[in-house]
């Protein structure tokens, strides 16, 4: 299975390289960004030792059409897309958090709840919720951007601004972003027959001092979806709603016993079951976007990712 797991470019005038969970950011001459986003897999903040066929592809497709379908609400970092893993943008640098906004009682929320709790992030939520339930207005419940190898961790906006993390004014832009990406994601969401149910931004800087949005946006990876038919029906009886995101991934290790706690082994990822996986992120992909899923050729995908970007830096 032809997969990009790890990449170790030198482009022209490179000066440094940032290797996250999933993508790596080439910096050129401080004035662009070069994001490639591998096919590695991450759950519960650990990568997963073995990559799945097409999933940097697909995000990085899904999170460079959001990007065009909402710029003009909020600016974006993203320049240019010359090959089907890279975009390029604008050199930034990133706020320290992650702007996770919910509109339903799931996942980690979800968890929590269940534990007895009813403020997360400083945020109330309501009492006689059951999961998956409808939040009455959506609710920012911000991250910390771990580094490599560790948690992000709840952070509460009182925290963020007390610990002079983001100042106040530029922490206002962020949350006014964000509940706006999020009705605009809700809206496409909605029109392919989908609920936006939870995901997360991430914004920077530019040099000029400008705020705009980074990295991915409302991919599978950052986002969770339901599918409108039936989720109402699915509420009333108490049964799972049927998800597109990578809780299905979440799902598979929890049942395998495996959470990311020290001392627990990843289970085996069979090529059987990394091909259903690679399969359902085209899923995903097709349901997200409305448009059917295109494979790039896969038989050198470090050259041609290589030639592409160096073919783009040309002067």
Known sequence: MNTIIDTNYN????????????????SIDDELLVMI???????????????????????????????????DLV????????DPNVAIGHFCEPFKIE??????????AAREYVLGKRMLCGVAMP???????????????PSTKADNGEHDEDISREEILSKKIVSEEDYLVLEEYTRKLFQRGTEIAEARGLILVDTKYEFGKTK???????????TPDSSRYFYIEGYKERQQNEEPQKQLS??????????????????????????????????RYIELYENI?????????????DARIENNVLEYLKP
Do not use: C
Not at 127 to 137: A, I, L, Q
Not at 210 to 216: Q, S, T, W
Not at 257 to 275: A, L, N, R, V, W
Not at 289 to 301: H, R, Y
């Open 11 to 26: 482009f022209p005038n490179q000066k440094s390289v940032y290797k996250g969970k999933v993508r790596e950011v080439y």
């Open 289 to 301: 976007t409305g448009t059917p899923f295109e494979k790039a050729s896969v038989s050198n995908i």
């Open 99 to 108: 702007m996770v906004i919910r509109g339903y009682l799931s996942g980690h």
């Open 127 to 141: 009492e006689g919720m059951k999961e998956n339930d409808k939040f009455p207005e959506p609710i920012i419940t």
């Open 37 to 71: 986003a591998t096919d590695r897999l991450s759950a519960f903040d650990v990568v997963m030792p073995r990559g799945i066929p097409f999933k940097g592809q697909i995000l990085n497709q899904i999170a460079t059409k959001m990007m065009k379908e909402t710029e």
């Open 246 to 279: 990578k809780e299905f991934v979440r799902q598979w290790l929890i049942s395998n016993g495996f959470q990311g706690k020290e001392g627990q082994q990843i289970p085996e990822m069979t090529d059987e079951y990394i091909q259903s996986v690679s399969e």
């Open 208 to 218: 000029e001092g400008k705020i705009v949005l980074i990295d991915e946006i409302h």
């Open 75 to 82: 600016p974006n970092w993203l320049i240019a897309t010359p």
